[in-house]
């Protein structure tokens, strides 16, 4: 069998007792198989030295259209109020060019930690109209060499309170946006703007993703619509949502019922930890909440959960160097995860889990697959989340789309 790429002596995620070449051709894996059965006759032949493999990471939550713009922005309370305004102000600004150059910037940092796949939610409102679609429609085509990338539309600033919204989502839907995302803790009417999300949904065909109870009174949430709704419109499979912060502050019977409840009706969540460590709990002076829902609590209810990254230098979170293995280890930190079963299901977060989310067919290393594969510098998915190990090279459908030399020391001679 003739290769493009051979990958050898890698430690595939999941399998890594054993050590296993990759052949790879046409964009595709064509062999997984034990050390030195495959020939070298391939134009690229790679030592992975018993390193770590995994599909790329899955990015299911990130904001390219409002990122890097720290230095437009002055904020004095950090909270969720605050960010949503002070943004407003800012998007009154951009251009379509000025969100690819941003988007660019975040993108590639995304690039080079590994991501592969990745889901962006952009703005849609009668202010910025479809500049920021436009924009993140450009970025989707250029990196298309790197990275999947869906759009995800969805009014931040509120739908049935923002005359001239609905239109614009429309026309976005029919200019083929991936699917449909709701904001309903800014709507005037947010069991509307459910309702609305979910017939423009089974209209166009699309899958859902809600901002969803980002705060920590757990005295009520929109959850309980959004369950409804999927339940109702048969949608399970095909929602997701991100923050349910509110979640972060159930007891365990209470958050298990949840978490059960998620898992029949088939809403999986996204946990956004930089986001909601930096803007929850602003009203404490001290011994200042968490705010992160547990997520790896819900998988053992079966519900899907991701871990993802939001926003990159923005008053939403003004860090940010699109590492979603940083993301991983922030959260195993946070959430007190540290056993190793425990950082193996926080990797599962930024890998499989999200692929899932994603309804993403054709993910994972395996025969008949594209060759989107990334090594790790470590050789476990344990080592991966503790150690935050840096990733050495990708391959997208075969073809390297970035790579960075090990580090080494310098000794002193003698
Ligand atoms: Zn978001």
């Known amino acids: 069998m003739e290769f493009d790429t051979i990958l050898r002596g890698g430690r595939i995620a999941g399998r890594e007792h054993e050590l296993l070449d990759i052949g790879v051709h046409d964009g595709r894996i064509k062999a997984i198989s034990p050390p030195d059965i495959i020939t070298p006759d391939a134009a690229r032949d790679v030592a992975i030295d018993g390193r770590l493999l995994i599909p790329g990471l899955v990015e299911t939550h990130i904001h390219l259209d409002k990122s890097c713009i720290s230095d437009r922005c002055t904020c004095h309370t950090g909270t969720?109020?605050?960010?949503?305004?002070?943004?407003?102000?800012?998007?009154?600004?951009?251009?379509?060019?000025?969100?690819?150059?941003?988007?660019?910037?975040?993108?590639?940092?995304?690039?080079?930690?590994?991501?592969?796949?990745?889901?962006?939610?952009?703005?849609?409102?009668?202010?910025?109209?479809?500049?920021?679609?436009?924009?993140?429609?450009?970025?989707?085509?250029?990196?298309?060499?790197?990275?999947?990338?869906?759009?995800?539309?969805?009014?931040?600033e509120g739908l049935l309170n923002d005359p001239g919204c609905d239109q614009l989502l429309v026309e976005a839907c029919e200019a083929g946006a991936d699917?449909?995302?709701?904001?309903?803790?800014?709507?005037?009417?947010?069991?509307?703007?459910?309702?609305?999300?979910?017939?423009?949904?089974?209209?166009?065909d699309i899958d859902i993703d809600f901002h969803l109870d980002f705060d920590l009174d757990p005295t009520w949430m929109h959850l309980d619509e959004v369950c409804r709704q999927t339940g109702a419109h048969r949608w399970g499979g095909r929602v997701a949502i991100?923050?349910?912060?509110?979640?972060?502050?159930?007891?365990?019977?209470?958050?298990?019922?949840?978490?059960?409840?998620?898992?029949?009706?088939?809403?999986?969540?996204?946990?956004?930890?930089?986001?909601?460590?930096?803007?929850?709990?602003?009203?404490f002076d001290h011994s200042v909440p968490r705010g992160v829902t547990p997520a790896h609590r819900l998988l053992d209810h079966g519900v899907i959960c991701s871990l993802a990254t939001n926003n990159v230098l923005n008053p939403f979170t003004p860090f940010g160097d699109g590492s979603l293995i940083r993301i991983a280890n922030l959260y195993a930190n946070i959430a007190q995860a540290g056993r190793p079963e425990e950082l193996r299901a926080c990797l599962d977060m930024v890998t499989t889990l999200p692929a899932r989310l994603m309804n993403l067919t054709d993910y994972g290393i395996a025969i008949g697959n594209p060759a989107d594969i990334v090594v790790l510098d470590c050789s476990s998915r344990e080592a991966a989340v503790a150690e935050l190990s840096q990733p050495l090279l990708a391959l997208k459908r075969g073809r390297l789309s970035f790579s960075r030399p090990l580090a080494t020391i310098n000794w002193p001679a003698g």
């Open 80 to 156: 969720l109020q605050e960010a949503i305004a002070s943004v407003a102000a800012a998007k009154l600004g951009f251009t379509e060019d000025d969100i690819v150059a941003r988007g660019r910037r975040t993108l590639e940092k995304a690039i080079v930690q590994g991501t592969t796949r990745m889901r962006a939610q952009v703005e849609i409102d009668p202010r910025i109209g479809l500049k920021g679609f436009r924009a993140v429609n450009r970025l989707k085509r250029d990196y298309a060499f790197a990275v999947d990338l869906e759009i995800c539309v969805f009014p931040q």
């Open 179 to 204: 699917l449909i995302g709701g904001c309903p803790y800014t709507d005037s009417d947010p069991h509307g703007q459910i309702g609305r999300i979910f017939e423009l949904a089974e209209r166009y």
């Open 242 to 283: 991100g923050h349910v912060t509110k979640l972060s502050a159930l007891d365990p019977a209470s958050l298990a019922a949840v978490g059960r409840r998620l898992a029949d009706v088939g809403v999986a969540v996204t946990v956004l930890p930089s986001t909601d460590l930096f803007l929850m709990g602003r009203d």
